[in-house]
């Protein structure tokens, strides 16, 4: 599966006259020859399933790949979630065929790389715990 490493990205979130909507603009970082490729998602409640695209997929080089996700809304929490709370981050995505340079998109996540196991939230008593230790340190004689 194709990826787009997160550089760096932006986010909106608006309201039209019925519905809210967001969307994110991520960019991967510039790569030796200059390209940079980036990625457009859309959350919108109307959306019932992935639609979008992939562009310049096969294309010029100096254009990048942009990928274009239509999302349903109800994904945006957890995929943003994601985004704003990991390093390092990544798009991946995959997409159809065409006779084009625009590839019907057909998958698209935001994943975390490599992680050390147990990086996920700390006990319940892990706060009571240091508490302890370091009331225990400070009454300590002093030597």
């Not at 030796?32 to 990625?39: D, K, T």
């Not at 274009?68 to 981050?89: C, H, K, Q, S, T």
């Not at 975390?112 to 939230?121: A, D, K, R």
């Amino acid at each position: 599966m194709p990826t787009i490493p997160v550089e760096t990205y932006t986010l909106g979130v608006a309201r039209n006259g019925s519905n809210p909507y967001a969307h994110v603009t991520i960019t991967g970082p510039v790569l030796a020859h200059g390209i940079q490729n980036r990625a457009t998602l859309y959350f919108f409640p109307t959306y019932a399933q992935l639609g979008g695209y992939a562009l310049n997929v096969g294309g010029l080089n100096f254009d990048g790949i942009h990928v274009i996700g239509l999302i349903p809304f109800g994904d945006f929490d957890r995929m943003y979630d994601v985004l704003r709370n990991e390093a390092p981050v990544h798009v991946y995505y995959s997409h159809g065929s065409s006779s084009t340079t625009t590839k019907p998109l057909t998958n698209i996540a935001i994943q975390t790389g490599p992680e050390q196991p147990g990086e996920g939230p700390a006990d319940a008593d892990a706060v009571d715990s240091m508490i302890s230790m370091l009331v225990g340190d400070l009454k300590a004689p002093l030597s």
